[in-house]
Every structure is written in C-alpha cells, then in structure tokens.
C-alpha cells in the first residue's frame, strides 16, 4: 500500500513512501523547510504559509504549500528557487510588522523558531513604519498559563492542540482577519490536564508558564532525558536545570510512549525539590520532635535498636517513586532481615501503598500489552479507575486511537470522563454500584459483537479497593477466550512496575494491618509513601505505626506518615539519582541524573546498604551501575537487558521491553459497604504537590459528583453544597455527572478537606445556604 | 438596446407581488419541475444544462453542466445554493431572492432531481433581511404544497430546503469558507485539495454550491431547451445575465442582458451615460475583486473571455464606473479596506498583507506618503501573488489576498501618475 516512490528536490532523487507529506519527506532526507503551524503530531493546516515550495504541475511551477502536498510519482520540487526564497522573506516579513519586539523579555529568545527562521530566511530589515498591533499583555488564561496575544503568529498549534489531541477545546479564535486573537471563552478558565503542552509547542513567546517565566535563557540550561514518574506511563521527559536548580520539564518525543505530549502534573510538578520544607539532614524523633543527627549517630541507633528488640518483625511500606535499583535492594534487604537471623518468615514483608493493587493478570496466559497496540485494536475496553487523572496520557492515545478507528467499550462508573468518547458505555444496568458485573459478558451483545475474533486491547483494574476481583476476572477471562487480547494492568502509581518486577513478592496495605501482630516486635520501613494520608486503610495504618517499635523512614518531606517516625532519612529525587524504571508495557527506561544530592539527602539503597553492612552484611554496591547488572541478570529475555549501556545506545533512547516474574499477593477486602466512593484525582495533597507553590492551588478544588436523581434525593439545587460526615462538614462545589448511576457520590480521596471522610460512613449533603458560602474556589 | 428579460420577466410582469406561489404558478410556475418528474430522466436534465454552456453567476465563470458532472457518488449528497452576495458592487441575486424565491425553488427542486440530492441549502447573507424572509416565506408555501419535503409531485422523492443566514462575513461566499460556516465552524475557507466541494463538502459529503442566478436559470432552461440558451448571447458566454451598474451614471440599477455588447454601450444605453456628462476616467468590470479598466477601454465586450483576455474578469456582473474626477487613490483605499475589514485571518499574507497595504494607501492619500511607497506596494502586493500577474498567483490560501491586490495593480499600471502626485518630489541635487 505504501511503497517506496521517487521525487526531486533540487535535483536530487529522493525516495519516500507514498502519500507522506512532503514537509516531513524532506526532513527525513535532510532537507529542512521552514514551517510554523505544521507540527509532526497534529493535522496540517497550511496556514502560515511558510514552508511554500515551487512544485511542477502541468500548468507550470506553482507555490504550494509543502505541509499538505503529499509525495506523487515523479513530483518535482524546488525549496530554493528564487520565487520559493522571495516568498519566504515575504512570509517572515509579514509576521513581523505586528510582533512587538520583546525578545530581551521574552522566555522563547534563544529557542525560537521566529528568530532562528527571520535569521535563516527572513528579510534584513523591516519596512512598516505604521503602528503595531496592540492588546492587553500578557492575560492569565489559566492559574499556570499566561497569553501574551501580540506575540502570537496565529498559527494555531495551540488551538489544534487543545481540539484533536486533548479533547479540551478551551481557547480557540475569536475575532477575524487582522483581530484574530486567541482567547478563552468567558468564565472558562484553560483548565485542561494538557495546557503545558502548547506553552511547550507554541513557537513564539505567546503562550508562557507561570512555573518557568523569567527563570533563565536557554543558553544557560544543562539538559538531560529522564523518564518521568508521575504514572506509570513513564513519558520520556527532559530536564533543565541552572545553577543546581530544576527550572523546567519538557517532553520528549517517545513513539512508543507519550510522543511529545506531558500532562501538567507530570510537567509542572518538581518545585518542590528546592521547597524549603524539604527535609536535607537526618531527623531524630526525641521527646514529640525531631532533631537533626549525622548518619553516623543514625546507623548507630539502628543498630542497637534492632540488637535491642531481638528477633523483630521487619516490615517495608513502598512508594512509587523509588527506581529498579532501589527496589532491588529493598528487596535484599528484606531477604536478608528475614533470613533464620531473625523471625524466619514464608512470605515477604513487603507492602506496596497502592490501594488499588490486586493480583492482576499476569503469566504466560495473558499477553501484555503494548501502548502502540492501542492503534492497531480494533476494540478498547476499559475498566479501571479514571484514566484520564490518573494516566493522562494513556487517555491521549486511547483518544488518538478512537480517532482513526479504534471502537472504545467503557465500563463504569469512574471513567466517565472518557464516556463521550466511548462507542458503548456499560453503566448502571451492567455494573452495580458495588462495581459487580451484574450481567454475563457474553449476553452483553454490544460487547460480544465488538471482540469476538477481534484484536482488544483491555485496560484492568479495580475502580475501588472495596472492588471484589471477581468482576475483573468475568470479564477478563470472557475477552481473553474470544478476542485476540493484549492485557493492560491499570496499576497507576510512577514506578509500579518496576517494584512488580524486582521485588520477590508484594502485598498490599490491607496485609500490612491484618498481619500486623500488636504483641511481638516490630520495626517498619515507610519508603517515598505517604498512605496515613491517602490510603483508605490510613487510620489504621496510623494506629499500627505507632504502636510499631520503632518506625524509620526514607522521605522527602515530614508529613502524616513521617511525623510518626522515629528516623527521618532523606532522600533523593526526580534528578538527582540515576536509576531504570518500568511503566506499564514492561518498558524499562532511564532516570538520568543532573543535580546534586542536595543537603545530606542520599539514595534509599545508599542508606539500606549502610543499614545492611552497620548489621555485619558485607555488602557494597559501588553504584547503581553495579546494582542495574545484578537486578538485569533475573530479566527474561537475555538478548534485551537494560543495562545502563543498553538504554544509553541510541537505538534504544525509547526503553527496551521486558519481563520478569511478577507475584503479587493480595486479597480482596472482606468489607464491600462503602457509602461514598472516594477516587484519585490528578492533583490533590500529596508532598510533593503542596510544596510545588507552580501547581499546587490546582489541588485546592473541592467538589463531589453525582447524578441529577440523587441530587434530588439530598435536596439539592445548587451548584455548591456542604458534605456532612458526623463532625466535618466541608464546603464543595457540586458537579452533576448523568454518566454516574442513581444513588452514587464520587469524592476526591487526595484532597485538602477530605482527609477525615470515612468512605464507609453515612454522610449528608446540603445546599449552601448564604451568599458567602458561594465563593469557593 | 434592449434588456432580454428570462430571470426578471415574471417580477417585471408582476412587481408588487411576484413573490407569492400562486402568483409564480399563475404564470406557469413550476412547469419545469413537473416536466422533469414526468419525463423523469436525471441525465437528461443535465445533458440539458450542459448544451446551454450556462456558466457559473457567482464569480467564477465555471462551466456548470461541467460542475454537475463532477459531483461524487455518495448516497449522501448535498445541494448548496451561495445567496451571500458580498462582493461590492453586486446586488443582483437580491432581487431574484427577493422578487422571485420560487424560481430559486424550482430551480432547486430540478437540480436536486437531476444529482439525486434531498437536501439543499440556501445560505443568505445576515443583512439581506427583506429577502431571507421571502425565501423562508417562499419555502414554507412550497412546503404547503407539497413540492417540498416528502413525496414531492408525487415522485416518491423527498427534498428539504433550509433556509440560513450569514453572519456578516464577505470570506463566507467563498464555496468552503460558508460550508464551513453553515457546519457551525468559523468561516474559513478550507484547503483544495482535498476539499473539492464535488468531493469532500459539506460534512465531508459530495456537495453541489452554486450561485442564486445560476440556479434561477434552470427552470427557463427545461421548459424551453438548452440549446435556445445556448443560441442567446454570444459562444462562451451563453445566455442572459443581471448586471449590477453603479457609480457616477445617471440611472444605476440591474438590467438583464444577453452577453456581447460592449461595457461603453452598456453604460450609454442602461446608464444613461454619465452625471453631469463628464467622462469616464476608469471603471470596474466585475465586482470589486477585478481589475479596473480605464476610460479608453470602453469596447471591450462584456463576455467572459473577452474580459479575461483583457487582463481582468467578468466576475460577478458588476459594473463600477468612476468619472474623471475620482480621486482613484482614495477609491483603490475603499477597495483594500473593503478586502483588509474582510480577512478570514487565517494565512500571513492575506492577513498582515492586506491591513499593510491600507494603511500605506491611507498615508499616500492624506498627504504622508513617501517616495519608496510605491515600490513598497508593489512589493507587499507580489509578495501576495506572486509575479502580479493575471490570473493571478497565490501564496494564499484563498483568492481574497489577490483580490485586494487587484485595485493596486489597477493603479499603479494606469494611473501611477495620480499616486506619485501625492508623494513628496524627490529633490535633485547636484544634478543626480
């Protein structure tokens, strides 16, 4: 269908496949042709008219549009003619007799592609003597995004964005011809997940970032890939520093991955490396506060502590944040602290804070699936919770895949966000609100019609913890014995994945309470997780680490968890460690670091191995380098490893694929009555957010969801209300979402205000009730 | 010299109420529709159109039976009449969509027979009030008479017409700027290729736009032949054609002639030459997009090749005369005004070009022009299309950049004297 054809570019043969766009031909083969509004990702629109080229047509040369001509046999091209070149300087020439000249306060200087192509192609000088172009600059389209309008070319990279790849159409042109501005509509703001990428995309300084405004020029950044640990997508990201300080976050362009794309959270969110609620030196829990002390002092408390308590339980409560490597050693440590030295135990001691882990579908019986699957399924079917808060970026290209075909079968009742794009949303008369299949997969005939025989990309996981695993397996099993399936565990949380494979065997919190035994000794690890917070199981974890023998753990910050501790060992983050991580197709990629180790912070398998050796182990790992060779030696397929060698060979820039045994030991919860489902959102209250001053007044929204019948049923006729729970009583605006079903409230879990809401407790809501109430935010 | 009246007989017969359906039945009203059900042979009616060699009204001059031919198999299909009559200078369609709604409709209903289409549109300039109320009025009382919606002359064919109104946008009668607009985007013209109408129009469906007068042709052309169409006017410009006089002559109005005389006779004998018989200094042949002619150009004849070949168009069958005391910078400043205001705002050159250009015109003609002026508006105007040559080139996306070049070009190739009188005289010294 697509085969190789010849064309001419200034009379060069060239080779290309069949109905690519010239624009991009050329660049494959080196020929660079300026462009604004054309942008590899979105459709083109041949609007800027820059990339005009002198082609051969039976009526003679014309200018066309290089963008959207697509290759034809023997198509002749010229890029440098003189008309192509007139054109050019006339194209750069028009563009700048309204662009104000702020290049010395404009973020873009340095990076823009209006200067670099005005230098390349443009005129030497300007003749418009007449009056620019004025508006208001800039105006905050958003609490991150700001629009300075005379900047702006009219390209509409930003507008095209926002239309077919977020599905967020919230700015877009107003006005015509020379008044053309870009704007948002009135009283709605440019909240979209996705906004940071057309700051990213917009090719003159019109649409900057509050995070990154006046911070530094290009010249001055150091620049390193990294991948990205917010979900466990695992974008491709870069990050710039200057000076040591993390100043900015881009996308990469991973094919395979998130193809240039970032949600905010995972490009705005790293303030808080240099917050200075940060935690820099060790912290000693004496009397009801900490103190700092010198590792020296720490090991040695450690030390005694654990001759002291003879023979205690040691037990490790994970985070998502930790790298292959750390979760590699984690995992040594656990074996050799619970070897016959000490309680000797069948099962591992390790607990993943993630409520929403469950065994999942692992093993040679399910095909793991790939993100580029998405594009060759013929139907995607989904029942997870909310992918679009919770893996931004999977929900882009399940909506880039619907676009060009793809049939989308959704199950409620938490992605309703992705409803209006679903073919078939199954809501309250296929699943119950206890989230029960409540009919046989294979009487659902929209279901059956759509995969039986056909390639299906599922994407599993539980909606609630209180989510019986049963439902899951119905349906799993129904579309792996009739369809050609390829599995999605939708296990969201940074770097799941790479704890799953490195890690001997995991348990989830629920575990960590039931075996939690009051009598004997215990000693328990708290790593990068926060779950007194925002686990459903909090309290009662609060309760077992405080009636724990001694608590140390490895953070960034004093939080609900860590204030409990004992020890408070700083740790490193997001670009000042180097390490693999896994995201969800089994993908390893590399962290890379650039900044130091800021204050005495070190790395979590630094501190373990310290632990591990002031106990007699010799162990000595020089550096992750040496830790990647142990833990890459158990992958499956030896021809692939992510050695740190591997992963920094251009040809596998993009991660390499493999597996490893995974065993996961969870059960269900006993207990399903919940009276309100809480879920995740993508911003909300967790340390890192509220100490990233850039984004974390997005986390501050308090609202619930609900349909239009159960609104009635509480007596509501507002658009904000209060949630009453026994003592607390919050303020929140009140969404109506049709999709829910009868008698379900949706609240956020990580939010500000909801921490003491008990989802298994009776609630009430009201109506505000005077004017003041109104105000919230 | 006398008007030959096909599109205008039934209004001038009955000119207080023309646009009532019994009136248009009374006289012979909607014989061509049921001539069409009854002989019920769809290629014939387009073999019909296409021996009239009728030719496209609304500017473009295409060979319409040709743009029948090319409309795309779908079982979906669209017919689209263009009743946005912008072009300055024009107001011929508003008399038919005024006077004559039913012709319109029964031009509709035959078209819509001959390409298998049940659904038409009629897209009426926001401003033209008066006569998007006789056309909706017009509509419902063929509804009423069931020779619209289902069934209609009890062919078994259905056929719905809706009615819509414009939004003030001149870039909306350009043919995928108002399907764009009628799909509820902003009117913006789209890219051809891909988006031949014929092919990939209105919501992505194979899609027929024509011009009012166009369609208002056809009843005339089935009840009597193509081939006596054909034998009016002159070959290449077949037919009869509403011509839309103004400026400075003594009576302006719309006259209905058949095409080959000459635009002086036309001025002299419909005109009634000009006020206060000054002479004609220059004037505009076809609507404000085309290139002027002067005052020495008076014979050229109004065909559309003849235009052509003379270096402009007949487009949209509006004479413009200017008589010698024009101030033709100011006049060629309304024009780039006119094109600037209109802009879609979509490609660089049209919308920066276009405001450049009237704001270098408004210095010249208030007194601050400068002697690189008139080089500079060459240059912006090449730097729209290309070469400023006829027809012309593009670095556009659509015709309007061009168009606004049109009158400078005019300007400067025949009356550069009158722009360099406003310029400061550039001072010898030295004897250089």
Redesign the interface.
Known sequence: MSENIKFTVNGNELEAKSGELLIEACENSGIHIPRFCWHKRLEP??????C?VEVETPRGK??VPSC?TEITEDLVVETESE?VT??Q???L???L??HPLDCPVCDKAGECPLQDQTMAYGPGES????EKRHFEKPISISEIILLDRERC??CARCTRFSDEISGDPLIE?I??????EVNTFPDEPFRSYFSGNTVQICPVGALTSTSYRFKARPWDLKKVSSTCNCCSVGCSIELNTSQNKMLRILGEDNEFTNQGWLSDKGRYNFDYLHSENRVLNILNKSEDSFNEISISEAMAKIKNKIDELDNPNVKFLLGSSSTNEEYFVINEIGNYLNKDKFLSRDSSNIYFGDDLLFEGYFGDQYSQAKLEDLDNSETIVVWAEDIKDNLPILYLRIKKAVKNGSKLIVFGHTNTSIAGLADFYFGADIVSNKFELIRNPNEIEDLKNNIEGKKVTVIAGKSTVFQKKESLDKLINFLNEKSELQVFNAFSKGNTFGALQNIDEVKGLNEFCNEFDTNAKNIVFTIGVNPVNSSFFGQKIKEKLIASDFVISLDLFVNETTELADLILPTTSLGEKEGTVTNMEMRVMKQNKILPAPGSTLSEWEYLTSILNVLGEDVNYKNENEINNYLSEKYINQEKLPTFDNLNKPSNLFGVINKKDININIKDLEEDNFSLLMVRRLYGDSSTQINSPSISMLGAHKFIELNSITAKKYGINSKVGNLIQGPNSILINIDINEYLPDDLVIAPINRRGFENIDPCLDFDITEAKNREELNVN | MKETLLLTKHMRENPENSHLIDVYEKNNGYSAARKVFKENNPGDVIEEIKTSNIRGRGGAGFPTGVKWGFLAEDEERYLVINADESEPGTFKDRILLERDPHQLIEGIIVTSFASNISKAFIYIRGEYAKPARRVQDAVEQAYEKGYLGKNIFDSGKDLDVVVHLGAGAYICGEETALLNSLEGRRGEPRLKPPYFPAVKGLYNKPTLVNNVETISSVPWIINNSGKDYAKLGVEGSTGTRIFSLSGHVNTPGNFEIEMGCSFGEFIDNFGNGIKENKSVKAYIPGGASAPWFTGEQLDIKMTIDDVANAGSMLGSGAVVVMDEDTNLVLAAKSIVSFFAHESCGQCTPCREGTTWLEMILERIASGRGRTSDIDLLLDVCDNISPGLAWPPQMTTICPLGPSAVSPITSLMGSFREEVESLLPKKVLINNE
């Open positions: 629109v041949g609007m800027c008219r820059m005009l014309a200018l959207t008309v007139k054109a300087e006339g194209i020439e028009f563009l007799i309204n003749r418009f003597v007449e070319i009219l042109f006005q015509r011809g020379n008044k053309t």
